[in-house]
């Protein structure tokens, strides 16, 4: 039950993670005009390291061309969910070992992404940033941390109180 409750958060953050990414590789979207202007995670990223128009530029080709391995990846992902809802929603009880197999490969899977995820920071981070713009970006990951810990912290009192 434990690693089906992380597996899915686990998806969950990929999931909103390669939407924002995808959403930012749209050049224009109806009358907001380019997304890096929109409302979002990318566009508050970009805001705070205060981007050039340059610097987003190489951050989009990067992300065309990592693109692909991340497709195929979620697509892949996609595929084991639809194996796990297969087996989950049948009539009677599910195989305890199917679950136990599925969930390895989804968990697999995931780490493949989480992965992908930080080789694409990586890049972004050495290739494209300079040095103030890293110190910042270092800040935003410390409290991206700090409220991911707030967070369990709250899920865990929630649970607690009743």
């Excluded at 979002?40 to 693109?67: H, M, N, Y």
């Excluded at 040095?131 to 970006?137: G, L, S, T």
Aim: proline share 2%; hydrophobic share 40%; net charge positive.
């Amino acid at each position: 039950m434990r690693r089906m409750v992380w597996t899915t958060v686990g998806a969950a953050l990929i999931f909103v993670g390669i939407t924002a990414a995808w959403t930012q590789s749209r050049l224009w979207r109806g009358w907001n005009g380019p997304m890096w202007f929109h409302h979002g995670p990318i566009c508050f990223v970009a805001r705070e390291l205060d981007l050039s128009d340059t610097q987003k530029s190489q951050i989009r080709s990067i992300w065309e061309g990592e693109r692909p391995n991340v497709v195929e990846l979620v697509h892949e992902f996609a595929s084991e969910q639809r194996d796990m809802d297969a087996l989950t929603f049948q009539d009677g009880a599910p195989d305890d070992g199917r679950i136990r197999d599925i969930s390895a490969r989804q968990g697999a899977t995931l780490a493949k992404l989480l992965a992908e995820k930080e080789r694409l920071t990586g890049k972004i981070y050495f290739l494209v940033l300079n040095a103030a713009q890293r110190a910042k970006a270092d800040e935003l990951r410390k409290r991206w941390n700090t409220q991911l810990g707030y967070v369990a912290d709250r899920i865990g009192n929630k649970t607690g109180r009743k």
